[in-house]
């Protein structure tokens, strides 16, 4: 009785106000099982079902010696490595992974097809360019988007990315302003800002990836050990190299590659087989990018092979569930770019890429650094989320978040290559 005298309400009343927070309760309960699933799906993005994430279940494995030739004999100075070391790595690679990428063609032509000096409010100049290869009477048409800053005097240092995600990320209208590509913070910070489409070089699909670049060559297509989606894509950087290479806008000494998970592979491989790329930035790359294979940690050779035949050579689908029969490991890519800087990133999400695989990677690649005199200051262990290593020639930083290219990213860009440009 006394309940009902507290309320002052009618018996009635009560009993609708009964139901409403039993309505309330029910919708309560409804939103957080929506949210569990919506979390459960976004992990299931980042943590693939039936592949290890347990570094308890990694399990012993051995990394071919960075310094070992076949012939045993140690690598020492900078000129057995160059000499004798890196030609031979370069080829494994090439034979096993990433397949041959030409460098010759017939001809190449640069064609300015849009300018606009009062770009980003009067901050920049746009050039969108036409590169045009020919060879063996066909050609390929590569589209350049390039930002260059109009408050400099001299030439800039330039940031080219290999775009592998939506055209509109790196449009010439910025109607897109994306963390992807920041090409106003970039500007802002005195530096050229370039981008080019990778379905250019290669279509990403593994029934038409051999209908642009690849129709040059035709005989790669035949081979085992030739490239495809990849190797393209970083044989397109290097065209994008010899155009800058004619700009005068543009300081040829400091061009910087960057890509974001297939890009950031490409980004590797670009800068490995073109040592005229100054410096490589490798976003979330994972399997076949920074991720060590060997490592069972995350996506696999197998995985990769399968689910992206057109991506690397048919030779690299023999180390499907072998991967320790692989006579490379990508630490060993990452030395090919030595004695040139490299900064690589991961996310604290992006499992299935193996955030400390990669940073084990950088650290293996270490004794080639040490060989031209260049300090690591990478940390004996893998960093804490957020604290990038900047003035260092090997550069790292894991990022709170998924996998993806932001701006968070770019700002430790910038900052890295402040310390190599200084």
Known sequence: MSYYTYSDEPLISLQLKRTNWKILLQQFICLQIIIL???????????????????????????????????????????????????????????????????????IQFHVKNEN????????????????????NKSVILNLTLFTPN????????????????????????????GFWPAEKIINAGYAIAAF?????????KNSYQNAALQLYPELLQADNGMKAIGAWAWAASRVMDYFEKDSSIDRTKVAVVGHSRGGKAALWAAAIDNRFAICFSNNSGNTGTKLSRRNFGETVK???????HWFNNNYKKYNNNENALPVDQHMLIALIAPRPIYATSASKDLWGDPKGMFLA????????ALYGLESKLPKDQPQLNTPTINSALGYHIRDGI????????????????????
């Open 37 to 107: 699933l919506s979390f459960a799906t976004v992990m299931g993005q980042d943590q693939k079902e039936g592949f290890n994430y347990d570094e308890s279940k990694v399990g012993d494995y051995s990394l071919p010696n960075v310094l070992l030739t076949a012939s045993k004999t140690v690598v020492s100075t900078t000129k057995d490595w160059e000499m004798l070391q890196r030609p031979e790595i370069l080829h494994l690679f090439e034979e096993h992974v990433y397949g041959y990428t030409p460098k010759a063609y017939d001809k």
């Open 117 to 136: 000096s009062k770009a980003m409010d009067g901050r920049a100049h746009l050039k969108e360019v036409e590169i045009m290869v020919f060879k063996n």
């Open 151 to 178: 408050n400099l005097k001299e030439s800039a240092p330039v940031f080219l990315l290999i775009n592998n995600r939506s055209k509109r990320n790196t449009a010439s209208e910025r109607d897109t302003i994306s």
């Open 197 to 205: 489409q990778v379905d250019d070089a290669a279509p990403d699909n």
């Open 303 to 309: 995985r990769i092979n399968t689910n992206f035949p």
């Open 362 to 369: 950088l650290k293996s690649a270490e004794p080639v650094y």
């Open 403 to 422: 996998h993806d290219l932001t701006e968070y990213d770019w700002d430790n860009f910038i900052k890295f290559a402040n310390f190599q440009y200084k």
